[in-house]
């Protein structure tokens, strides 16, 4: 039997949007409401990590009561026909929810917390809140698992490893504005076929030889997925 072809998803906060949890950059985003440096960069967390927690405990709050909606429910039905690995930004659990196996977080994850001393030390906590004053086994503050502005993406490497193999590149719901994550797409072998799904003109990356699915992923993901599985 011929190996399934790969295919590399890379997905932002747009794919969770229509689940009810907010995107940040678009009007009404969550850095509108809340100081980026105050709670998603390490120096934040220096400063005042309360505040942090108090915004992550809400978020996973949030992340606990959302369902996965079409689009993550597409891409857990494309497995039955091809190899795929996500690679999400996102720090909700809605891949996992819908049945995706594959799925490498950059940024973290919402219902995991670790160490404050060492990046090793990492613990489920599902939807329980982190209090100030919970420590880890090291004796340290419990913080969320989630990677700030300031820090190293762990998982980068391996990202990039998992796109240079790709055969098919899907993006879907990110500005490709935060880097490491937005340089993974300069990774994929040369003319494969790219497809980004997002009601917006990405505004920063030149996509000429990309196909834009010029809308949202609930509805654009699952046309693109059975295109793909029709061409097969
Ligand atoms: P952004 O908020 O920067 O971008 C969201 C993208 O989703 C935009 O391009 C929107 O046009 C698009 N979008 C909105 N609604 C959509 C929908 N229903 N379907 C499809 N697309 C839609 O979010 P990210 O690119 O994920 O990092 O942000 C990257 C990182 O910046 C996050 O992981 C987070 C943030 O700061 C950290 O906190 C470390």
Request: hydrophobic share 40%; proline share 5%; charged share 25%.
């Amino acid at each position: 039997m011929p190996q399934a072809k790969q295919i590399v998803v890379i997905t932002g906060a747009g794919i969770s949007a229509e689940s009810g949890l907010s995107t940040f950059r678009d009007s009404g985003g969550l850095w509108e409401g809340y100081d980026i440096n105050e709670v998603a960069s390490i120096d934040g967390w220096r400063i005042n990590p309360e505040k942090v927690l108090d915004f992550y405990n809400l978020r996973r709050k949030q992340a606990l009561e959302a369902k996965p909606n079409n689009a993550h429910k597409a891409l857990a039905d494309l497995q039955n026909d091809f190899d795929v690995q996500i690679i999400t930004q996102n720090v909700d659990d809605l891949h996992e929810k819908a049945g995706s196996k594959n799925v490498l977080h950059l940024h973290g994850e919402l219902n995991k917390a670790k160490s404050s001393k060492v990046d090793d030390y990492i613990v489920d906590i599902g939807s329980q809140p982190i209090e100030l004053g919970d420590k880890a086994a090291d004796g340290s503050q419990l913080r969320p698992h989630v990677v700030w502005f300031g820090e190293l993406v762990p998982n980068l490497e391996k990202a990039a490893h998992i796109t240079s193999k790709a055969d098919i590149l899907i993006v879907i719901g990110t500005s490709l504005v935060v880097y490491p994550a937005a340089g993974l797409i300069d990774y994929v072998k040369q003319s494969i076929p790219k497809y980004i799904i997002d009601p917006s003109e990405p505004e920063f990356r030149d996509l000429s030889d990309w196909n834009h699915i010029k809308e949202k992923a609930a509805s654009g993901t699952p046309k693109l997925v059975k295109k793909l599985k029709d061409k097969r």
